[in-house]
């Protein structure tokens, strides 16, 4: 399994980014795709999921804000994010389902976002 996610950066408050994540070793068209983050001295938290059939899910600190979506021919996540405020700076990272329960401790290279007030 190799789960890289990219398109990170910095970014001033209101802007946008796109996060991708490339999924491997998996079926990826039959799972449900998750983005989690990660800000300093803080738990991991699941931002936004996506089912195979395109149901979406997003937590409150970020609904009507951020985008998710995915592309099964390229085995690939996406999250479109806007208004982006200094609290969504984290490490961005993309997960499975089906991955955590077989390895709950492997969560792939993530993509550092920071956003400058």
């Known amino acids: 399994v190799q789960l890289q996610a990219s398109g990170g950066g910095l970014v001033q408050a209101g802007g946008s980014l796109r996060l991708s994540c490339k999924a491997s070793?998996?079926?990826?068209?039959?799972?449900?795709m998750e983005w989690y983050r990660q800000a300093p001295g803080k738990q991991r938290e699941l931002v936004a999921q996506i089912t195979s059939s395109g149901q979406t899910n997003y937590a409150d600190s970020v609904k009507s804000r951020f985008t998710i979506s995915r592309d099964n021919a390229r085995k690939t996540v996406y999250l479109q994010m806007a208004s982006l405020k200094p609290e969504d700076t984290a490490v961005y990272s993309c997960?499975?389902?089906?991955?955590?329960?077989?390895?709950?401790?492997?969560w792939g290279q993530g993509t550092l976002v920071t956003v400058s007030s």
């Open positions: 070793g998996i079926i990826f068209s039959l799972d449900t």
């Open positions: 997960n499975a389902p089906s991955v955590i329960r077989r390895f709950p401790s492997y």
